[in-house]
């Protein structure tokens, strides 16, 4: 079975500071990892994904993210904040291709929400 | 750029009526899935749908639930006799191939009165 945690429901920072969302997964096997973003009233858009090769992956609007497997972790930085930004941020696993057969259920971590301040 | 379209957009159904959510997958992809999101928790996984038919479900989608790919195009989830509990914004998702990245509708409201 696999699970996301996303550390913190809110976070709050100011324009131009560092953006840090936290992520921790739990898989049985190796898995892929996806970042997505929710705007209101909107669906979810896709940030940015880690399958297999360079654990730092870059995606879209300036975010990145890098993935530790010793740490399980998949945390979400970004250098610096823009008023755009501001949303709802989700953190998601899948199996792998070496999972077997697979038709990539994703499960998803609570959401954290992003608050921009000017 | 290609998009998942949902319809409606928000619906609202007295319980024990039977609704029908209506999704228009990305025209190359294979896999299409449905999600729900119940207001202030987290989205859920219901079921995915590869080559005609349930390739995995998850313990919500009950006896309740069906999905059918009606023509070349649509992909349904029907609601056989709604809940309140089945209030929750619903979510259609498309991918190219199984753990590709898969791509989010804007979702339909579900409102059960």
């Known amino acids: 079975a696999q699970s996301v945690t996303q550390l913190g429901s809110h976070v709050s920072v100011s324009e131009g500071a560092l953006v840090l969302l936290r992520c921790n997964y739990s898989s049985s096997v190796p898995p892929y990892l996806f970042w997505y973003v929710q705007y209101p009233n909107q669906g979810l858009q896709l940030l940015l994904k880690y399958t297999t090769g360079a654990t730092l992956v870059k995606g879209i609007n300036g975010f990145e993210a890098e993935f530790k497997k010793s740490e399980t972790s998949f945390h979400l930085t970004k250098p610096s904040a823009h008023m755009s930004d501001a949303a709802e941020y989700f953190c998601?696993?899948?199996?792998?291709?070496?999972?077997?057969?697979?038709?990539?259920?994703?499960?998803f971590g609570q959401g954290t929400i992003l608050t921009v301040h000017p | 750029e290609p998009e998942v379209t949902q319809t409606p957009s928000h619906q609202v159904t007295q319980m024990g009526q039977e609704v029908i959510l209506r999704c228009v997958p990305i025209?190359?992809?294979?896999?299409f899935y449905w999600y729900r999101q119940i207001l202030g928790q987290k989205v859920e996984f219901l079921v995915s749908f590869y080559n005609n038919e349930i390739s995995e479900k998850s313990e919500i989608f009950d006896d309740q639930f069906s999905v059918e790919r009606p023509d070349g195009s649509n992909f349904t989830l029907k609601i056989r006799s709604t809940k309140l509990e089945d209030s929750a914004m619903y979510f259609c998702a498309s991918s190219e191939r199984g753990n590709q990245p898969q791509h989010f509708g804007d979702g339909t409201r579900l409102s059960i009165l």
């Open positions: 998601a696993v899948s199996d792998g291709e070496s999972g077997g057969t697979s038709y990539g259920k994703l499960t």
């Open positions: 025209s190359n992809h294979l896999y």
